[in-house]
């Protein structure tokens, strides 16, 4: 699997002017993003911003109207086995077959992706242990909590060493130790070396140091580390600049329509 | 991916159908006692209205029972083939599908993969009743039994197709209890898996043609031919026929740009 290191000038993750619509509903509007290796990138944004809609097109389950991305280099639109081998995708959904154990969710995730033998025992038992789950490979996935499933698919992403780790929303529905747990272990992948971009629409799960880009209506609205876009919109926290980006937008868009109306 | 990972790849996705299967047992029993019921029931009853006269491959008069089985094959095939429809349906509601989609690998390989992985747990299905046909005193040329495997290989390719093809155009898997009765009922009566078609002319003249329109029938012919060793060459070539035409339109419907991934998010499946 080509998944030798790129020049480190290189991006980990482009996007290019992406554009989407569904019909003649726009999705995205050209998106330019640049994701680098060792970066936690947190893509936050409400509800409907575009977030999932972006990461179906990295992970080629939509194909854009505009646009192009690369990762490693490789285009996805022309290369895309080469690219998608490359990125390691939590999807917002849960995805993991219930009625089969860990430990063959794991094995059947690294066949897809060329592992087999004692190279995927050793990955699965690697990253169980990586992520304290070495004691549940028999179980059920069924049998398991929210949090714990969390931590497979995961575990599950990282099989093939991806370089680039996407994860939308992939706190949802967690209690706050589970959710802490998770952001923290994939904070330590990104100290790792490893590019992640983490949507999100959970503000407390940025960390200082983090970048942000912040998406509203399919439109990126602000790219900055953490606390210099606080400094950069005058903000109290990062609560406050999201909210002065998003829903400040949204309240000023609610009085603008009404009058065009009236 | 080197071509032994392409190969991991297939047995990963084998192997999951498989233990899916065997985690389903009552699927398995379903997909038993259904062609049973047929089997051991209705043809018993329908033996003595129905006289089967000499016809290829038969070399002599038959019992209804004996005439039924190959259709009541591909009876185990076309459910194996609309439930791995079902559960590709739900692994999209699900999610699971996006992981199989997301593979590093060309999509026409991963939905072939998946199909054929259907096909082999469709194998064990048919060995199994086949097994119970025996003991019931249904026998066949023990040539047969090899012979038929192959031609189940490409029936239960054909089939399955069906049911990606299926997969691919319905939106949620509420619709699929009345796509199933559009598909499976037409496709197995308007068939000779339980009359043959000269039995359907006595009835009209519309039914045969329809009959012979039905890939399912060749399917059964086919399997029909083979359970006595011999090919049907015209009923290989239009289930070829079928398997490739479904195949495409199925590898079409689950492509990026014109597939049902986007049609389902554009009704809003995710937020974000």
């Known amino acids: 699997m080509d998944t030798a290191p790129q020049p480190p000038t290189l991006p980990a993750l482009s996007l290019e002017a992406l554009s989407f619509s569904y019909g003649d509903r726009f999705a995205l509007n050209s998106v330019s993003l640049n994701i680098k290796a060792g970066v936690f990138t947190a893509l936050l944004g409400?509800?409907?911003?575009?977030?999932?809609?972006?990461?179906?097109?990295?992970?080629?389950?939509?194909?854009?109207?505009?646009?192009?991305?690369?990762?490693?280099?490789?285009?996805?639109?022309?290369?895309?086995?080469?690219?998608?081998?490359?990125?390691?995708?939590?999807?917002?959904?849960?995805?993991?077959?219930?009625d089969l154990t860990v430990a063959q969710n794991l094995r059947y995730a690294a066949s897809l992706h060329g592992l087999a033998g004692g190279r995927a025992?050793?990955?699965?038992?690697?990253?169980?242990?990586?992520?304290?789950?070495?004691?549940?490979?028999?179980?059920?996935?069924?049998?398991?909590?929210?949090g714990l499933r969390r931590r497979v698919e995961l575990a599950r992403a990282l099989l093939h060493e991806p370089p680039v780790l996407l994860l939308d929303e992939a706190t949802v529905g967690l209690d706050v130790p589970s959710r802490a747990r998770i952001v923290d272990d994939v904070h330590a992948l990104a100290a790792r070396g490893v590019a992640v971009l983490w949507a999100t629409h959970l503000v407390d799960e940025v960390r200082a140091g983090d970048r942000v880009v912040v998406m509203h209506r399919g439109v990126i609205r602000a790219d900055a580390e953490?606390?210099?876009?606080?400094?950069?919109?005058?903000?109290?926290?990062?609560?406050?600049a999201f909210a002065g980006l998003t829903v400040g937008e949204q309240a000023k868009a609610a009085p603008a329509a009404a009058g065009a109306a009236s | 991916m080197s071509a032994a990972g392409w190969a991991i790849c297939f047995w990963g996705i084998l192997v999951r159908e498989v233990l899916r299967f065997l985690h389903q047992r009552e699927r398995f029993f379903a997909a038993l006692v259904r062609p049973l019921v047929w089997l051991l029931v209705f043809a018993a009853g329908f033996?003595?209205?129905?006289?089967?006269?000499?016809?290829?491959?038969?070399?002599?008069?038959?019992?209804?029972?004996?005439?039924?089985?190959?259709?009541?094959?591909?009876?185990?095939?076309?459910?194996?083939?609309?439930q791995s429809s079902l559960s590709m349906v739900y692994d999209r509601?699900?999610?699971?599908?996006?992981?199989?989609?997301?593979?590093?690998?060309?999509?026409?390989?991963?939905?072939?993969?998946?199909?054929?992985?259907?096909?082999?747990?469709?194998?064990?299905?048919?060995?199994?009743?086949?097994?119970?046909?025996?003991?019931?005193?249904?026998?066949?040329?023990?040539a047969g039994y090899f012979a038929i495997l192959p031609a189940l290989v490409v029936t239960g390719l054909m089939l399955g197709a069906v049911g990606l093809l299926l997969s691919s155009t319905i939106r949620q898997l509420e619709n699929f209890a009345g796509?199933?009765?559009?598909?499976?009922?037409?496709?197995?009566?308007?068939?000779?898996?339980?009359?043959?078609?000269?039995?359907?002319e006595e009835a009209s003249t519309v039914l045969p043609q329809i009959a012979t329109l039905n890939p399912f029938t060749h399917a059964v012919e086919l399997i029909r031919f083979a359970l006595y060793a011999e090919l049907n060459g015209p009923a290989l070539a239009v289930t070829v026929a079928a398997l490739v035409a479904f195949l495409a339109l199925s590898i079409i419907g689950y492509s990026p740009a014109k597939g049902l991934m986007r049609r389902r998010a554009a009704g809003g499946g995710e937020s974000g």
């Open chain 1, 46 to 98: 409400p509800n409907g911003a575009g977030k999932t809609t972006l990461f179906s097109l990295i992970a080629r389950l939509f194909q854009p109207s505009a646009g192009r991305i690369r990762v490693g280099g490789h285009d996805l639109g022309s290369q895309p086995n080469r690219a998608l081998a490359r990125l390691g995708i939590v999807v917002q959904q849960p995805t993991l077959d219930l």
């Open chain 1, 121 to 146: 025992r050793e990955r699965i038992a690697a990253l169980l242990d990586r992520l304290e789950l070495h004691d549940r490979q028999s179980h059920k996935v069924r049998e398991l909590s929210g």
């Open chain 1, 226 to 240: 953490r606390d210099a876009l606080i400094r950069e919109r005058n903000a109290a926290s990062l609560n406050d």
């Open chain 2, 47 to 82: 033996r003595a209205a129905l006289g089967i006269a000499i016809m290829p491959p038969y070399q002599t008069y038959i019992t209804y029972e004996v005439y039924i089985v190959p259709g009541l094959l591909g009876m185990i095939q076309l459910f194996n083939g609309m």
């Open chain 2, 93 to 142: 509601e699900m999610g699971s599908m996006k992981i199989l989609l997301m593979t590093p690998l060309p999509r026409w390989y991963l939905l072939a993969s998946k199909l054929a992985a259907g096909t082999a747990v469709s194998l064990i299905q048919v060995y199994a009743f086949l097994a119970v046909a025996w003991a019931f005193d249904i026998r066949f040329p023990t």
């Open chain 2, 179 to 200: 796509v199933m009765n559009f598909v499976i009922f037409p496709m197995f009566f308007l068939s000779s898996a339980l009359y043959p078609l000269w039995k359907l």
